[in-house]
C-alpha cells in the first residue's frame, strides 16, 4: 500500500477526477462493473453540472478513508477492512449543487486491536463523502463539504445491498432545508430477486435532533420480487412477480414524509395459486424516531 499523499497531492487528484473527463468514465466503467451505480451515469443528474465532472470513485475513496488504492474503488485498508466505491449521486437543494460519493467498509480482522463486534454479523459500513460546487478564479470546482466514515450499516455476508441501476433514485425536499434520498437496490435470496430502496437522510443545516451528521441511513424499504429463478409455472410453487412504485406523502405533523409503496404483479396467495395485486396491497412506511429508521 502507498504512504498517505500529501495535502497537495489530495486536491489535484480531486481537481484532475473532476476536470477529465476520459478518466472519469474509465473508472465509471469499472464502478458499474462492480455492481455500483456511478455518478457520471445517474440519470437524474442536473443537467447544470454537465461542465463539472463529479470527484471519481478513487477519489472519493481517498477522502474518506486516507488511503491510496493506486485507482481502484475496492482495496483493503489496515485491519484489513475492505472499502468499496457503492454510489454517486448528484443533486441540487436550495439552489446549491452537491455531490455526494458513498462507500462501505467490513468490519476488517479480529485482533486485538480491530474494532470488530460493532456491526450487526454480515453487514458492511456506509460512509460517505460530500462536496458542493464553488468556483475559483471563474473556474467551477468541487469543495469538500463533509465526510463520515459511518452514516449506518446494511447487507449481508461482508457485502453490500447491490445497487439496481435498471431503476432510477427517487429524492423529496423536506421545506427545512433537507433531502430524503431512495437509492434502488437488489438482493436475491432462496431463488428470490427481491427489489428494495435505501433510504438516506441528507441533513446540511444540522435541523433535526436525529443521531446524524451531514447523512444518516434511514433504513430499506421493500418494492417487489421475482421468483423466476425457482418457480415452476402451473405446478407447486407458480411463477409470481411485483413490482413496487414508490412515493411521498404528508405525514401530518411529523417532518419525514411517509413513503408509499404501490404495487402491481402477481403473489403467490397458497399452494400453486397466484393473485393479482390491487391498490390494496399497498404499503406505507412511516418514520419511526425511536428505531431512526423507516417501518411498515
Request: net charge negative; glycine share 12%; hydrophobic share 35%.
Amino acid at each position: 500500500m502507498k504512504q498517505a499523499m500529501t495535502t497537495t497531492t489530495v486536491a489535484l487528484a480531486l481537481l484532475l477526477a473532476s476536470c477529465t473527463q476520459q478518466g472519469n468514465t474509465e473508472a465509471a466503467q469499472t464502478a458499474a462493473s462492480a455492481g455500483g451505480a456511478p455518478a457520471a451515469a445517474d440519470q437524474t443528474k442536473d443537467t447544470g453540472m454537465t461542465e463539472l465532472k463529479p470527484p471519481s470513485p478513487d477519489a472519493v475513496l481517498y477522502v474518506i478513508y486516507q488511503r491510496d488504492g493506486d485507482g481502484a474503488i475496492s482495496y483493503e485498508i489496515d485491519g484489513g477492512a475492505m472499502v468499496t466505491y457503492w454510489y454517486g449521486y448528484p443533486f441540487t437543494l436550495k439552489g446549491k449543487q452537491y455531490f455526494t460519493g458513498f462507500a462501505t467498509s467490513t468490519e476488517g480482522e479480529e485482533g486485538q486491536d480491530a474494532e470488530t463486534g460493532m456491526m450487526e454479523p454480515g453487514h458492511v459500513a456506509i460512509a460517505q463523502a460530500t462536496f458542493v460546487k464553488g468556483e475559483d478564479a471563474g473556474q467551477a470546482k468541487w469543495t469538500q463539504l463533509d465526510t463520515d466514515g459511518y452514516v449506518g450499516e446494511f447487507g449481508s455476508n461482508d457485502q453490500a445491498d447491490a445497487v439496481d441501476d435498471s431503476r432510477k433514485p427517487q429524492s423529496h425536499e423536506i421545506a427545512d432545508g433537507r433531502l430524503l434520498l431512495a437509492v434502488p437496490t437488489r438482493s436475491f435470496n432462496d431463488g428470490i430477486a427481491n427489489a428494495s430502496y435505501a433510504m438516506f437522510l441528507f441533513d446540511p443545516d444540522n435541523v433535526d435532533d436525529l443521531p446524524f451528521r451531514k447523512w444518516g441511513y434511514l433504513g430499506s424499504i421493500a418494492a417487489g420480487n421475482d421468483n423466476a429463478a425457482g418457480c415452476e409455472d402451473g405446478k407447486v410453487t407458480p411463477c409470481a412477480a411485483s413490482t413496487g412504485t414508490l412515493s411521498f406523502e404528508a405525514a401530518g405533523q411529523a417532518v419525514l414524509p411517509n413513503v408509499k409503496v404501490a404495487f402491481t404483479g402477481k403473489e403467490i396467495s397458497g399452494p400453486g395459486k397466484v393473485r393479482d395485486l390491487g391498490a390494496e396491497d399497498a404499503l406505507t412506511y412511516v418514520f419511526d424516531t425511536k428505531e431512526g429508521r423507516y417501518q411498515p
